[in-house]
Structure formats: C-alpha cells, structure tokens
C-alpha cells in the first residue's frame, strides 16, 4: 500500500525541509511561498514537465560549445575540457534564478551521479561524460514519459554507455576473455545490492552475496561482451537520441549463460529471430543485455536496494529492519506498481507523513536536520539562499569558470573532488555503512567548510571572485523592518531560515529546556554580532537606531557580516 500523505499545509519549517532535501538549497522566497502550500501542491511545482534544459557550456578556447559538435582547439583536449564540464555543472546547481523544478530535477541528476558513478580522470572524456549526464537528466523527471523511461531502462542504457563503459572497461569485454568489472558492479552497486546493510549473514559460502553469486557475475559478464566504446559519438539510442556505445556482434559471446539459483537458474539465450545465420547481431546482443536487467530487477531484493538508496539520500541513513519491512517495502511497491519509475516513489516519499515526522519536534527527530549536507549542498546553497550570482556561463565564460573553478577547489579542500569519488562505489557518503553522510566531516574538513564561509563574507572585499554579499540590502529584502531594528528577532529570523531546528526559541537560560537551540547558542550569536568588539553603550539600543535612522550604515554592515559568519560557521548550518 501507498505511504499516508501528509494532507496539512506545510507551513515554513515543513517548507525548508522538503526544499533543502529536493533541491541545492532554498531562497527564503521559496521557503515563504512553499509554506503557503500543501505538499501535494509543493510536489507540483517541484516536478513541473515544463522545466528547460540548460545551456550548453562553452570551450574559454574557441569561444563556442564543443559537447555537441565535438569543435576543439590546439590547446584543451576533451579530456582537459572535462574540468569545465564539471565546473559547468556546479553553476547549474548554484543558479537560483531558475525555477525550483530545475534544481528539483538537478538534484536527482546528481542523485543518479552518485548511484552510477563514474570518474573523470579514467573516462578522460568531457563529451562522454557529458552524454551520461544528459542522460541522466532525460530519466529524471520519468512519471509522464514513456514505458521507456524508467529505471530498468536506464540501467540497460546504462550499460552500454561510453562513459561506463571506459569507467569499468566494459570495451575490454570480449568473447573469450570477459573482463568482470561492470558485470560485478551492475549486481553489487547499481541493481540488487547484497541485502540490508549490516545484516549480511557471515555462514554463506565462498562466493555467495546474498542476493547473487560469482556464478551470476560470470554470466552476466558474457551477457555484456562484444561492446565497444565509440568517442565518435555517431550509434545512437533510439529512445534517448544520445550518443552509446557501439555493438561488435563478432566480440559476443553467443553461448547460453546460465545464472544461479539466486535467479531461479534462469538461462539468458540469444534470440534466434534476431540472429543472422546463427551469428549474433546487434539487435541480438543487446535483447540479451534487456533480457538480464528484466531479470535482475524484477527480484524482489531489487526494488527494495534502489529504495533504500532514495531513502538514504531524501530522508536518514539508518535504515532499520523494521523500516525495511514498512516504509522501504511500501516505496518499493509504489516502484513496482508505477513500471519501475523512479518519479512517483521520490513524489509519493516527499509527501507522505513519514518524511515530515519529527517527534514534536525534539531532540529525538531522525528527520529535520538528520543528514550533513555534501560539499557540493553546502557551496552552491549557500550562494542560493544569498543569492550570490555567477557570471553567465554563455556570455562570460572567462569569469564563470574562475568563479566556479574557485567553489570546486573548496568542494575538495571538504572532502569531495566533485566526479573524482575516491572508489569505484563513489563518493562514501552514499554507501559506505555504517557511517553514511557522516564521511563528509573530519576536523579538517570542517575547518575547511567554515574557511568558506570567512571566505565568502569575511574576506570578500571586492577582491575574492565570488561577488561579496550586501547584507545591509539582502536582509532589508527579506525581512520587515521591525525585524530587522531588532537585533535578537533579526537572529531569531535568520535561524528559522538556515537551521533545521529552531523550534521554541528564546534567549532566556530559564526557559530553553524544549528549544531547538539553547539559549546560550542564541546569546553567542549576539555577542558576535554586536559585542565583538563592543562598540556602544548599549550595543542592541544603537542597532535599533542605526537601522531605523539609516545611518552609519558601514558599521551596520560590518555586523552583519559577523553575524552571518558566526551563524554559518555552525555545525547546525552543516545539516539538512
């Protein structure tokens, strides 16, 4: 059965939730308009068909796109242009003018990144990667599509990507000599999984995972022999129009492949109507490539690893054997009845009660706050939620790629070298148990997070890159006055914007025994913003004034830099 709805009116805290785990981070608009509505209506607007697609990125060396045409010049190779590629995409998730259903598919883009991983250096291709990409991007919005598009498909397509296929060296696969790699990560990391993580059993033998076996990793790499890459870029899917690797019928292993008792001892065999005098084609070769996906995802154990995956990356990572038995079993029915789409399950989660259940709101809440943003969230939301521009992507591309270049090398000093996973199974903060999203923080990698946000707003004098925020304008805009003359409500608002938790707040030691922040945190945002140093008498008594009178307003302004610096160097800013 379904998971129940939430049916209320989201209100803000509600609002920000959905929106900091749907998309690359609220503006505070966003969070006042989707707090007028109900998730049904929220989910409307997150998943609207009518999004554009974006630009395309320009060669700085030629002055003109080179991922369609494929144009070059002397210097930058489409290995070298991989790094603009990857630049190219972070000014997609950092661009808050466009509508919230592009971060909303964007964010899923990256969701399916992180599930087919791959990495730049060993594709060493910008086009190839380029094409997974879009590819990517044409499966995310998937509830209206087609019957092609889903996730069974994408794993077919998949499969016989050029990017995937340089990746794990799927070109290498031949008939006579199969080379395992993609066989062995299409079974452990992009279809079935081995089972609820911690619960593997230890008493199976040599060579069984569980849900599949070495028998099953053999077959499935003959299945996949006989696919070459082709960096022309000229075999096209049919359904996708995109560019995929190329079909050697000669190079495929045309025997029948036997799979394990896992499969119920299914057999996968060449279609005979698709042979030619008994010899496979590339019809042949790729029915039987559908033929073992079909397979694999119609177990049971299938639907249920891809679901855990989405609820890992939407809600928590702890996943449960009870929550296995309800929530992730429910998801999965929803996946199974909507044809193996991944659209409705991640609507239908969005919605539901579960993912807006916070134990009244108390410390025990495994929801609001509950996962620790990537690198990736941390950079480019904060440049949405202050909305800090980049230059055009098209039209000042010289500037763009510094800019962006610059939040890249931030993004590594956290711990993320963004499509340069340090495994094979990509970046460890999706599936690396038991520790999850909690490999995004080390000392040194909190140090460097907070070395971001100085460097955005302490540091940023005109000289940095990145275009220096005017606070002084930016909280006029999104505050009222009479918020904004006063110093403890001008906190109070800032933090029911950034943080998860910020229910019953008060400044009063006395009173914080059910606030989502103690008092004292409260009162060591004051004293950054307005007594550090002490310029006046009465320092809270003077903000009023200066706001209210518009004087002095350089003062004015170098509080509030210090206010958003004290606030966002936080571990409660680190959350989402």
Same mark, same amino acid.
């Given at each position: ?27 505070? !608009? ?27 990125? /320009?060669?700085p060396e030629t002055g003109q796109e080179w991922l369609l ?40 883009? +990256? ?28 499966? @995310? ?84 022999s006989g696919i070459k890459l082709d960096e022309n870029f000229?075999?096209? $899917? ?27 001892? @299914?057999?996968?065999?060449? $279609? ?18 559908? &033929?073992?996906?079909?397979? /694999? ?37 929803? +996946? ?20 807006? $259940? ?5 410390? =025990? ?63 460890? @903060? ?19 997070? +907070? ?18 925020? $005017? ?20 906190? /109070?608002?800032?933090? &029911? ?10 400044? =009063?030691? @006395?009173? =914080? =025994? ?17 007594? !550090? ?25 170098? &509080? ?17």
């Amino acid at each position: 059965m379904p998971l129940t709805s939430f049916t209320g009116v989201l209100g803000p805290t509600r609002a920000a939730h959905l929106l900091r785990r749907a998309t690359f981070g609220p503006t505070a !608009e966003q969070i006042n308009q989707f707090a007028a509505l109900t998730p049904q209506e929220a989910i409307t607007l997150l998943f609207d068909d009518a999004v554009v697609d974006p630009n395309q990125p /320009i060669n700085p060396e030629t002055g003109q796109e080179w991922l369609l045409t494929g144009t070059l010049g002397e210097e930058l190779g489409l290995g070298g242009l991989s790094d603009h590629f990857v630049m190219w995409l972070i000014g997609l998730a950092a661009d808050f003018t466009q509508s919230v259903s592009f971060t909303t598919r964007e964010k899923i883009v +990256y969701f399916l990144h992180s599930h087919f991983t791959t990495q730049l250096e060993k594709v060493g291709n910008s086009r190839s990667l380029y094409y997974q990409n879009e590819l990517f991007r044409q499966f @995310a919005f998937d509830k209206n599509k087609t019957e092609e598009f889903n996730f069974k498909s994408l794993i077919k397509k998949v499969s016989v990507d050029n990017a995937m296929l340089r990746f794990l060296d799927g070109s290498q696969n031949v008939k006579g000599s199969p080379n395992e790699n993609y066989g062995r990560e299409l079974m452990e990391l992009y279809s079935i999984g081995r089972g609820l993580e911690g619960s593997f059993p230890t008493d199976l033998p040599q060579g069984d995972y569980l849900n599949y076996t070495e028998q099953d990793v053999q077959a499935a790499a003959r299945v996949l022999s006989g696919i070459k890459l082709d960096e022309n870029f000229t075999t096209l $899917d049919p359904d996708t129009n995109l560019p995929r690797g190329r079909v050697e019928p000669g190079a495929h292993d045309n025997e029948d492949k036997q799979f394990s008792n896992r499969f119920s001892d @299914a057999v996968i065999s060449p $279609d005979p109507l698709l042979l030619l005098n008994g010899q496979p084609t590339e019809e042949s070769v790729l029915d039987e490539i559908s &033929q073992m996906i079909e397979m /694999i995802t119609s177990q049971h154990e299938s639907a249920l690893y891809i679901c855990r995956k989405i609820y890992r990356f939407y809600v928590y990572h702890d996943i449960t054997q009870e929550l296995q038995d309800t929530i992730i079993t429910e998801m999965a029915s929803t +996946y199974v009845a909507n044809d193996y789409k991944l659209q409705p399950v991640i609507e239908e989660l969005l919605q539901s009660e579960h993912f807006y $259940d916070a134990v009244a709101m108390s410390l =025990d809440d495994d929801k609001y706050g509950a996962i620790i943003k990537s690198p990736l969230d941390l950079v480019v939301g904060t440049l949405r939620f202050f909305k800090i521009p980049l230059a055009d992507f098209v039209t000042d591309y010289t500037q763009f790629y510094d800019q962006a270049g610059s939040l890249r090398q931030h993004m590594q000093r956290m711990g993320m070298n963004y499509y340069e996973p340090f495994e094979v199974a990509g970046y460890g @903060a999706y599936h690396q148990y038991p520790a999850f999203n909690r490999n995004w923080i080390s000392s040194n990698y909190l140090t460097n997070r +907070y070395d971001f946000i100085s460097y955005l707003f302490m540091m940023n004098t005109g000289d940095n890159l990145i275009t220096p925020v $005017d606070m002084v304008q930016f909280t006029k805009d999104t505050f009222d006055n009479a918020t904004g003359a006063n110093a403890r409500d001008l906190i /109070i608002a800032y933090v &029911q914007y950034l943080f998860p938790m910020h229910y019953n707040l008060t400044f =009063d030691t @006395a009173s =914080d =025994d059910n606030s989502g922040l103690t008092a004292e945190r409260l009162n060591y945002f004051l004293q950054a913003f307005l007594y !550090e140093p002490q310029l006046d008498a009465d320092p809270e008594g003077e903000w009023t004034n200066r706001w209210n009178a518009n004087y002095e307003m350089d003062v004015v302004y170098g &509080q509030l830099l210090k206010l958003a610096n004290a606030l966002l160097q936080t571990p409660e800013y680190q959350l989402m």
